[in-house]
């Protein structure tokens, strides 16, 4: 058993994250996973409206007794989103966490937050964005290294010394991840000097995530050479499976087409469908280098229990050292 400061802050059985995903996060999704001991979290820019987006904070309640958290997109989007409104539904319904993530801190969000007494983690990418959030009276940091699915922002810094440099340079609890995506990974965000191990790619593999069979399938013969770094020429850097959007993306990237044509080939809508249909070139998904160790899909708990599993083990084996 692995209790942390972020286990107590957080209320959960286990330090580990299951990272936010655009599309897929949910109500049962989300469930499952806080079900399962770790924290699921629930990525609010899916809803664009504030009625609906309670319809599935309702939705989760009614499947987990277990805390859970809320996104707030900070990334910049076409779409107009309306945080302020999905604050107001996070205070309603009594919700106790919340997660921001994006290009910037939240500053315009912070204090209604905290007024209502939310527990808000920033996720970021770097020390300095770290040292920002948490002089804005965050509870605790996110960071995800350079290996990680999705963002990963202009510094390239990897997890081995990003998780170690934030922990240095912050004082709230950290919580580390970007290529853990089982028991080793986990220990070893641990030993970095992380209270947490957020996992987002791993979560992609598993049963309860609702993207289409074929997808996990093609996934699960991708190695940790088979991702790309996509939208980097338009200041959006995010890693991503190599499939044929992602090849196209990076042919854009390098005629310098223009931000619409780009942002157009990766748009959630292309994904979306592709998580939906199972045709695996159609649009762009965020993956991990960690991909490249993932040989199962499973229910989530299984996944959870075989983590906790192996870093005992490793823990054992290291004592006896
Ligand atoms: C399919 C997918 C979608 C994601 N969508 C989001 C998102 O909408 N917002 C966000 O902050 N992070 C998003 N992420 C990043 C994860 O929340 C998490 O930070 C990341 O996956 C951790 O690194 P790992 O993939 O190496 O475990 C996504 C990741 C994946 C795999």
């Keep these: 058993m692995f209790k942390t400061k972020i286990t107590k802050m957080l209320g959960i059985e286990h330090p580990i994250i299951g990272g936010t995903m655009m599309w897929l996060a949910t109500p049962e999704f989300v469930a499952?996973?806080?079900?399962?001991?770790?924290?699921?979290?629930?990525?609010?820019?899916?809803f664009s409206e504030k009625e609906e987006f309670r319809k599935a904070v309702k939705k989760i309640k009614s499947l987990t007794s277990k805390p859970f958290a809320i996104n707030l997109n900070l990334f910049p989007s076409l779409r107009a989103i309306p945080n302020e409104d999905f604050i107001t539904v996070i205070i309603e319904e009594g919700i106790k966490v919340v997660e921001t993530s994006g290009h910037k801190a939240p500053e315009e969000y912070i204090d209604r937050l905290k007024k209502a007494g939310v527990v808000?983690?920033?996720?970021c990418v770097g020390v300095r964005y770290a040292k920002k959030a948490e002089s804005l009276g965050v509870d605790a940091i996110t960071v995800v290294g350079f290996e990680n699915g999705g963002a990963t922002g202009i510094l390239d810094t990897g997890t081995m010394v990003l998780v170690p440099r934030v922990v240095e340079e912050v004082?709230?609890?950290?919580?580390?991840?970007?290529?853990?995506?089982d028991g080793r990974g986990f220990l070893a965000v641990l030993a970095l000097g992380a209270e947490g191990v957020i996992m987002g790619t791993r979560m992609l593999m598993t049963e309860e995530c609702p993207i289409?069979?074929?997808?996990?399938?093609?996934?699960?013969?991708?190695?940790?050479?088979?991702t790309r770094l996509?939208?980097?020429?338009?200041?959006?850097?995010?890693?991503?499976?190599?499939?044929?959007?992602?090849?196209?993306?990076?042919?854009?990237?390098?005629q310098q087409a223009g931000l619409p044509d780009i942002v157009s080939m990766a748009?959630?809508?292309?994904?979306?469908?592709?998580y939906e249909t199972g045709d695996i070139d159609l649009g762009t998904i965020a993956c991990s280098q960690g991909i490249g160790m993932i040989r199962s899909v499973k229910p989530v708990a299984e996944v959870i229990k075989d983590i906790l599993a192996q870093a005992e083990q490793i823990r054992q084996r290291i004592k006896n050292m």
Excluded: C, Y
């Design 212 to 226: 289409h069979q074929r997808v996990k399938e093609a996934l699960l013969k991708a190695t940790e050479l088979d």
């Design 171 to 181: 004082k709230v609890p950290v919580i580390g991840g970007g290529g853990a995506v």
């Design 230 to 254: 996509i939208m980097r020429s338009i200041e959006s850097t995010h890693r991503v499976w190599f499939n044929a959007a992602a090849r196209r993306v990076l042919e854009l990237e390098a």
């Design 32 to 46: 499952a996973i806080s079900n399962a001991g770790a924290l699921g979290i629930i990525a609010s820019a899916m």
């Design 267 to 274: 748009a959630g809508d292309k994904a979306k469908k592709m």
């Design 120 to 123: 808000v983690i920033h996720k």
